[in-house]
């Protein structure tokens, strides 16, 4: 893709969240590594998917993209503009392009509000509309989602999860922005209902030209709604790539085991792959890895992964990954290399 | 053909709410085969925990009460046991994994001491007896150092470590029967490989059956041998795993297929998505519970509740329309 398509361009982003002590003096005895230098760039139209393990850092990442958080260092270029350093008026202007949907349908939502008064909200703060003008765009937006527009009146407890996270949907659309983040909008819901919220989110995306940070932890529907997808363990970003590349040639060895690991819904295909199962826990983000973060779990880890961090390069055109043996095995699959070595 | 030793006949549940009597379990009817892995699919509120904890009669009552039903094992019917029969059989006979490690362990017990209980209780182990062989145990599921580790209270473990805690625990009676209810839900997917690869493993060497109840499919497609799928407190469909995959039968098993992404997804396709809600169930439905739902829907959906018919070798559904044609079975 071009050059000048790019929506949003992170450049080492970094968000460490202070670890106090004392009651009275308090004083910083550690850091949170959440997010630990990432960079990538998101171009206008697609849907771009960040996958991990839980506490691997994506939420914080879509987080302090919307600059919810603070970064504590890096640039979030959002139409060429420079977010960290925006303020008040300024940043709020901006944030009407931007917008997100939050994982918990059930506590995203005031339960005091109305349907109408949460869907109508962000116009009221942003003053693009007032008075009957608003309730007109309220039942557009209701609509739009696929709920009917006399639930305007009705409170969130009346609903269903999948409901909700509709009203959610509607919220993030209501001042029509080009960039939203969904930060695992599914995973809340139950099965047959996620693939009801997923196709709308296509159907919105067609229609309104909407690009879109797709969080979440279960490969299979990432994989389903992304064009491309990138991998983050422990605060890093270890693998992006576009998504059937991803899928097919996974390079670095956490991708490798963590598609190994997803549950396919075929016995005959599940019996026949080849499984890659990793030993042990994600170490704390307090304390990260020396070197490679991965190493303490990588089957193929060597002494240099302890001393250097592994470039983050391009090993094929789009393909990046950070893993120093990435060229070794990029027409093997790991599991070969396991036993070639 | 193994020998059935779980038998569960007509089996109803209700629980008494302020809103009104819910009818979690309608009338169900299945067997267990001595070490064969049954899978229990479902959406969560379809009454698969609920099912299985009446067995133990683990069912706060009131508000819950088994209505109907039975459920013999070996011969024994363990809804009419007393308390204390039935609780020779809970943990010794039948033991249980549950869904959440963080919350099904006691927070102010050593693992150790929640480990050695069971021990000392049904096994009639020494003190020191049920501390070598809570360490055998605690190693046996993977946990490293665990002579040490049996002294470290549940917050120290992480929540993968709980579950194999929870797992030996689980084991540590050698029982015919383990019920694993949501036991990687609440785990990362590389986690999940772990543990799964761990019950496989232990299947294998101590022979047990295993009752996975889970609402992801696949996992049941890497785990189980027979698969029971659920839907309003009935169940809609039974199937060998393969054929079920291969072959399924109920519309609603078509559909929740259908809705799933694929990993190994060759192309982009619309996901098939089930419209409209799943149902409240406040009131014993006269109709299928499924028919709201169903494109296949007939006239005689409303007015009759299909049983779980045989319709195949081993696979059993309950519609009176074949999916695959759209029409109307002949026989039934």
């Known amino acids: 893709m071009a050059e000048e398509n790019v929506l949003l361009r992170v450049e080492n982003l970094v968000k460490h969240f202070p670890i106090q002590q004392g009651i009275i003096v308090q004083k910083q005895i550690g850091a949170v590594h959440a997010v630990d230098g990432i960079s990538f760039d998101i171009y206008e139209g697609e849907t771009l998917g960040l996958v991990g393990e839980s506490g691997c850092g994506k939420s914080t990442t879509g987080r302090t993209i919307l600059q919810l958080f603070r970064p504590t260092s890096g640039s979030v270029r959002f139409d060429g503009v420079d977010l960290i350093h925006l303020r008040g008026r300024e940043l709020r202007l901006r944030r009407r392009k931007m917008q997100m949907i939050f994982q918990d349908p059930y506590a995203s939502l005031n339960p005091r509000m109305t349907v109408g008064e949460i869907v109508g909200e962000p116009l009221l703060i942003h003053n693009v509309a007032r008075g009957s003008e608003i309730e007109d765009r309220v039942a557009n937006l209701l609509e739009m989602v696929g709920l009917n527009p006399y639930f305007a009146n009705r409170y969130p407890h009346e609903f269903s999860g999948g409901q ?29 209902i996620q693939a009801q919220v997923v196709n709308l989110l296509e159907d919105l995306q067609k229609e309104f030209d909407l690009t879109y940070l797709f969080i979440a932890h279960d490969l299979s529907m990432v994989r389903h709604i992304s064009n491309r997808i990138a991998v983050m363990y422990l605060g890093i970003i270890v693998e992006p790539a576009d998504r059937d590349e991803l899928y097919l040639e996974p390079l670095h060895p956490y991708t490798q085991a963590l598609l190994s690991a997803v549950p396919i819904p075929d016995p005959v295909a599940d019996a026949t792959r080849e499984r890659i ?61 396991m036993e070639r070595r | 053909m193994s020998n059935v030793i779980l038998d569960v006949q007509k089996l109803e549940v209700t629980f008494k709410t302020p809103a009104g009597v819910v009818h979690a379990v309608n009338g169900i009817s299945f067997d267990l085969r001595e070490g064969e892995t049954l899978g229990i699919v479902g959406k969560s509120g379809f009454g698969k925990s609920v099912t299985m904890m009446s067995l133990l ?197 078509l559909g929740l297929l259908g809705s799933l992404p694929r990993v190994d997804a060759k192309s982009h396709h619309r996901l098939v998505s089930i419209d409209g809600l799943p149902p409240v169930l406040y009131e014993k439905p006269n109709h299928y519970p499924f028919a709201p739902r169903c494109k296949y829907a007939i006239e005689r959906c409303w007015q009759d509740n299909p049983p779980l018919m045989t319709l195949g070798p081993q696979h059993k559904a309950a519609c009176w329309v074949d999916a695959k044609t759209g029409k109307a079975y002949q026989h039934g």
């Open chain 1, 164 to 192: 909700r996270q509709r009203i959610g949907v509607a919220r993030a659309l209501a001042l029509q922005p080009s960039f939203i983040v969904c930060d695992e909008p599914i995973s809340a819901l139950d099965v047959s």
């Open chain 1, 277 to 337: 199962i990793l030993t042990g826990d994600v170490p704390s983000p307090v304390n990260p890895p020396s070197g490679c973060r991965f190493r303490t779990r990588c089957p193929i880890s060597e002494t240099i992964c302890a001393e250097q961090q592994p470039d983050f390069r391009e090993v094929k055109a789009g393909h990046f990954v950070a893993c120093h043996f990435a060229e070794r095995y990029l027409q093997k699959s790991l599991a070969n290399y």
């Open chain 2, 57 to 253: 009669k683990l069912i706060p009552s009131p508000p819950g009460k088994v209505r109907d039903g039975k459920a013999l094992y070996f011969g024994e019917d363990l809804i009419t046991m007393s308390n204390v029969q039935i609780r020779h059989v809970r943990g010794s006979q039948i033991s249980m994994i549950f869904e959440d490690p963080m919350t099904s362990l006691y927070p102010v017990l050593t693992v150790g001491l929640q480990l050695e209980e069971p021990l000392i209780l049904h096994l009639g182990m020494t003190l020191n007896r049920a501390r070598e062989r809570a360490a055998e145990l605690l190693s046996m599921v993977g946990i490293p150092n665990a002579k040490d580790r049996l002294n470290d209270y549940p917050h120290q473990f992480s929540g993968g470590m709980r579950q194999r805690a929870m797992i030996a625990m689980a084991l540590s009676c050698s029982p015919q029967v383990v019920i694993a209810d949501e036991p990687t839900t609440a785990l990362d997917v590389t986690i999940q490989a772990q543990i799964m690869d761990l019950v496989r493993h232990l299947r294998d060497e101590l022979g047990m059956a295993i009752i996975w109840i889970t609402h992801d499919l696949g996992v049941v497609a890497g785990l189980g041998q027979r698969v029971l799928v659920m839907y309003g407190g009935f169940i809609i469909e039974e199937a060998p795993v393969k054929e079920l995959f291969a072959n399924p039968l109920h519309p609603y098993t």
